[in-house]
Each structure stands twice: as C-alpha cells, then as structure tokens.
C-alpha cells in the first residue's frame, strides 16, 4: 500500500515509519520539524519506498494513498503550549485536512488521540466510554480540546460522508527517539540521572501514571487499522501504574550516580491519576502490551545515552 504518515518524523510517528517500511509499504512522511527531526528517519532518506515531505498539515495537501495515519501535533506541554492558537489549528484544521483526503481517495484514515481527553478523571481506570473531565479554558486546553474536536470530526465525516475511520486513544508512551528537551517524565527523569542533576518530581510524586514502551503501542496502532470490527475508539496504553517517586527510584537505579530526588510545585491541571482500561483493545485487537517498565526503561536509557 501507499501511505501517508503526517508527524512522520517525530518519536511515534518515526517508529510507525520503520514498522511500515519493514512490512513492504510505499511512505510519504509529511512533517513540519516542529517538534519532529530529521535524524529520527535519517536511516530511511535513501530508501526507495520512502519519501519526506515538509510541510504544514494546517495547509492542503494531495497525495494518491490507500492509508492516511495523522499524527501530526506537538505532544508534551512545554511543546503545544508554546503557540497554543497553533496547536489547536494543527490538531482541528490538520483533521479537517486528512478528512478531507480520505473521503476524496476513499482511504482508510487513522486519528492519533489521546488519554487528555479524559482530562483529570473521575472515573478510574478509564474506559472509553467515559467523556471526560477537561478544563476548557486552560493552558492545558489547546491540546485537550483540540483533540476532542478532532475526535468529534472523524466521527462526524464517519457518520456523514462513510469515511473509513480509526481512532486511538494513546496514554504516556515512552522509548528511544523522545525528544530529549520535550518535558516529560521519563526524558525528564533520564535526562537529569545521566547529567548527574537533581531528578524533579512534581508535587509529593504520589500522583500515578501508565507507561507503554514504544513497540508495544505501534503493534497497537497497525493492529487497530487492519482489522474491520471496531472504528474506535480504542485506548491503547500498558495498565500497570507506578507513582512519579517510583518511577524517579526505577531511573535512578539503573542509570546509577548521585542524582538526588527533589520536589518542585504540580503544575495546573495535571491529572492526579491516568490509566487505560484496555478491554476493548484486548477483545477487537487482541493486543495487550509485553514489554516490562523495567525493560523499557533500560532500552530508553541505553538511546538517550548514545544521544547526550
Ligand atoms: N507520546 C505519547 O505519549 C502520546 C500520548 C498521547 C497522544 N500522542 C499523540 O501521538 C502523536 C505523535 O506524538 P509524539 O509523541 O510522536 O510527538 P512528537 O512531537 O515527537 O511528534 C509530533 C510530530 O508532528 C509534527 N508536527 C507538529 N505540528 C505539525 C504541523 N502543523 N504540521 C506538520 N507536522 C507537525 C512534529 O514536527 C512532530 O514530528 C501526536 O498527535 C500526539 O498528540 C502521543
């Protein structure tokens, strides 16, 4: 098949690259470098069935393909609050965009969500029934409520126009190729034990999150768009729950040195407690996550090591 990856080089989208390519897939990668680099599908440049394009997914775009996966939108707080009016843009106007393509082509076409839409859950753990409990007006909205209404689009053009869709929800995924300035957690916490500075917790580290190591959730991602009994939602993301503070001791062992733990203020709006139900996963996809945090985490450091 051909297909279009939009935020191709950026860490998901990067491995969603390398998994496509090795199963015999013609690829256009369409990116605008925001947050994406290069180096992450340098190795594909000189590919014959691979082609990079840099462009804005906010602007149209053509392309003859048979699969449109869009994950372009900048991912970590410190990256989609730095223009928030842009971020929405990209998440609103890029759906609009592939939408568009899709219904033309009559293409199959894949939504990178994610957890935020459950915002600071009252219900745990999530299920994808659950609508949510989202701050509309807050720095944290941009990127919230953008992707709600690009949920909100691809199943509109679904119902309307009988665009094929899928749609995932993603919750925290880690792995090589994270950006190592982009804020979040497990960067964050790499980063500051192999500089041999403090690691930040925010808050008292009580607070939980779910971690899905990055092969896990691609084998997620083409599972969902290959098979025909659900259009999603469907969250993918590894169930086991650790708190910051466990997190922080789990990097500090492995990487060794003489890190300490300090803690700084929770920013506003962070989620107390984040974890995916994955029975819908488990029942339409037969997908569940195998890679251990530990194992993960060993495999992040061993990249972000060779990187600093
Ligand atoms: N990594 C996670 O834990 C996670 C969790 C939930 C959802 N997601 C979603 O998955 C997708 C990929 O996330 P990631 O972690 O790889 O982040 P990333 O920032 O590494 O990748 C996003 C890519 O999109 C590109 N991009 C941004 N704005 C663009 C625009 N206007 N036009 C064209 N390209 C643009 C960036 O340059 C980058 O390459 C995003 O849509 C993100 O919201 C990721």
Known sequence: ???????????????????LIEAGHDLIC????????????????NHPRFEFIRHDIIDPFKFEVDQIYNLACPASPPHYQYNPIKTTKTSVVGAINCLGLAKRLKARVFQASTSEVYGDPSVHPQPESYWGNVNPIGRRSCYDEGKRCAETLFFDYHRENKVD??????????????????????????????????????????????????????EG???????????????????????????????????????????????????????????LAQKHLGWEPKVPLEEGIERTIAYFKSEI
């Open 165 to 218: 869709i899928r749609v995932v929800r993603i919750f925290n995924t880690y792995g090589p190729r994270m950006h190592p300035n982009d804020g979040r957690v497990v960067s964050n916490f790499i980063v500051q034990a192999l500089k041999g500075e403090d690691i930040t917790v925010y808050g008292d580290g009580s607070q939980t999150r779910s971690f899905c190591y990055v092969d896990d959730l691609i």
């Open 1 to 19: 098949m051909r297909i279009l990856i939009t935020g191709g080089a950026g860490f998901l989208g990067s491995h969603l690259c390398d998994r």
């Open 221 to 279: 991602f083409i599972r969902l768009m290959n098979q025909t009994e659900t259009v999603g939602p469907v969250n993918i993301g590894n169930p086991g729950e650790f708190t910051m503070l466990e997190l922080a001791e789990l990097v500090l062992k492995k990487v060794g040195g003489t890190s300490k733990i300090v803690h700084r203020d929770l920013p506003a709006d962070d989620p107390k407690q984040r974890r995916p139900d994955i029975s």
């Open 30 to 45: 369409l990116d605008n470098l925001f947050t994406g680099r290069r180096q992450n599908v340098g190795h594909l440049l």
